[in-house]
């Protein structure tokens, strides 16, 4: 069972958008930033986005994140068949004192 | 440019241990953090600890305490993880990873723990 919790999946047609939610607690979204991760199959994960709303070198604007309260999210605009992957939210936990990660979301693009 | 490459993959028998590595490149090797995370089968992330390269510190996560160790050679800017009193469930593929935050991966080593 995931600390941060998020969607299994969602879907969407090329060109629309999906918004993908995390969702934490006081002890790690809502005092701490937030990354996301796109997890591709034999490659090596991907950081999208990081201090909960800046893309990482090399995303493109069609990738952006929030965060407020206790949840994140991730929202993809125009998607593209290259974005169907794994997406995973990401924060550090004070009363854990570890790392935590939501259980990921498998987006498909139809 | 910025690359982390990590050991082969693994078979070992439950009960016996484990020491991947994760060579680094295009960077300064001592000004990151290194930290590990694995994945399970059809499971999700799950974070193993960091080390500081410069100082040799580390930070391990509860479930992993006393049975991790990272470990660095500055000389050959290599960290490494090793895992002992392996079971079924510590198969998974292990990532290291530069931070922070988490900006560059390995590609992962699968570490199968089969009798």
């Known amino acids: 069972q995931s600390v941060l919790t998020q969607p299994p999946s969602v879907s969407a047609a090329p060109g629309q958008k999906v918004t993908i939610s995390c969702s934490g607690s006081s002890s790690n979204i809502a005092i701490h930033y937030v990354s996301w991760y796109q997890l591709v199959p034999g490659t090596a994960p991907k950081l999208l986005i990081y201090d909960n709303v800046k893309r990482a070198s090399g995303i493109p604007d069609r990738f952006s994140g929030s965060q407020s309260g206790t949840s994140a999210t991730l929202d993809i605009t125009g998607l593209q068949t290259g974005d169907e992957a794994d997406y995973y939210c990401g924060a550090w936990d004070s009363s854990l004192s570890d790392e935590v990660f939501g259980g990921g979301t498998k987006l498909t693009v139809l | 440019q910025v690359q982390l490459v990590q050991s082969g993959a693994e078979m070992k028998k439950p009960g016996a241990s484990v020491k991947v590595s994760c060579k680094a490149s295009?960077?300064?090797?001592?000004?990151?953090?290194v930290h590990w995370v694995r994945q399970a089968p059809g499971q999700g992330l799950e974070w193993v600890g960091w080390?500081?390269?410069?100082?040799?510190?580390?930070n391990y996560g509860q479930k992993f305490e006393g049975r991790v160790t990272m470990t660095r050679d500055t000389s050959i800017t290599t960290a490494y993880m090793e895992l002992t009193g392996l079971t079924y469930d510590d198969t998974a593929v292990y990532f290291c990873?530069?931070?922070?935050?988490?900006?560059?991966w390995g590609r992962g080593t699968l570490v199968t723990v089969s009798s």
């Open positions: 295009g960077y300064t090797f001592t000004a990151y953090f």
């Open positions: 080390m500081d390269p410069k100082s040799g510190d580390t």
């Open positions: 990873a530069r931070s922070s935050p988490l900006d560059c």
